[in-house]
């Protein structure tokens, strides 16, 4: 269920990090049917600043907050809704037929705050919720805007049978200890080192730690194979009954593809379940204690392949930089020309741009051995821009020069 929304002070502190004012973005979308004018209106009433069109409610709050229980106009308006606030708070929830899934599938991913759910006597509306995120300049910066274009394709997703973005918001629970560590994994989806555009959207909203993500994906690629490979699925539609077949067809027909994936889905899913032997509905399945532990290994190898990424790069940039001092040390007087030049316009630009000049010079010189020969360029140098006050404090910051 969606829980009321707390009022919350004007000025908001967190870790020394002072809100000048409390911010509520809210956006809602119909989907399935446009709003008619008796809903807009009686959506108006609750706002005389909102942008309302047939197919959405957008308003932002500073002051005040919105007037209406976004969980009841779910229910009765919209099939989207996406709120941020600058408390480090947001919720993502969607809408979707009743016979889109059974309790029974839903259940297992629900937590106290992460991923709960309501529903309506047509609909179940999944709510994710991130309580109190720890990306402070996020929500500092983002006024919620685009996040909705970001996660509503979820809710095709979830019409096609596509439990990944359910698993996810189990996941965003287990980040915030809502979960115990006794407690099993629910029914891990395949597809989750492959996570679509919205998914990725869903992770970085939800804020869900990555190794955490990566240690559950580890045992998606068993999820797919238990899922039946092509000869199992073709198996089953040689023995489709005429009936459904052509009612499948006929749904097509109407229009309605997505309500025909989803019955053929779970019908394909029951199927498969009557097949395989109790047991096996739980091979592989995980404990939020052996998730954390497999996270943290996760954590290590990401942070040793980062190393050696940053190694590498590193390691790249010196040997781009040493090419370019080579080309340089192949014509020192062409150089030093340049840099009188830059010195000679007499600008802090052309100061800066010196500066730069004669650093490179400096370690392509050194890069040669001939340190000597550098103090000697630099003092003939000198000796026609000494009186440049501007360029002698930025060599003499450096250390490039040193004042008699």
Known sequence: MFRELASVPALVKREGT??????????????????TPTQMAELRARSSRATITPTSFINEYHWGDLKGDPAAWMRRYFDAFVYVANWCSCRLALRVPLDTFDRGTLQPYASE??????????????NWELSEGENYDRFGMEDGRGWMGRLAPLRDEL??????????GWLAGVAAGEIPDDETEPLLPPGLSSLTAAQTALVEFLEIDPDLLAAAAAGSDLARDQEGDGNTAREWIAALPEGECRATLR?????????????????????????????????????????????????????????????????????????????LAADFDRAWAAAHEMAERGTASGYDETLRAIVDLGEAYALRKEGEAFEQALRRFMIRHGK???????LTGAKLWRKA
């Open 113 to 126: 705050y992460a991923l709960t759910l309501d529903a309506s006597p047509s609909h179940w509306i999944i």
């Open 159 to 168: 019409l096609r049978g596509d439990l990944r973005p359910l698993y996810l």
């Open 251 to 327: 749904l097509l027909l109407e229009g309605r593809a997505r309500e025909a994936e989803r019955t053929l889905k779970t019908r394909f899913l029951a199927w498969q379940r009557e097949r395989s032997p109790p047991q096996t509905a739980v091979v592989g399945r995980r404990t939020v204690a052996e998730l954390r532990t497999l996270a943290e290994d996760a954590g290590r190898i990401r942070r040793e392949r980062e190393a050696k990424a940053r190694a590498q790069a590193k390691a790249r940039q010196r040997q781009q930089r040493e090419a370019y001092l080579a080309t």
């Open 388 to 394: 440049r006050g501007a360029l002698v404090r930025r």
């Open 18 to 35: 002072v809100l000048v004012s409390e911010y509520q973005y809210y956006e809602f979308i119909a989907i399935d049917r446009p709003l």
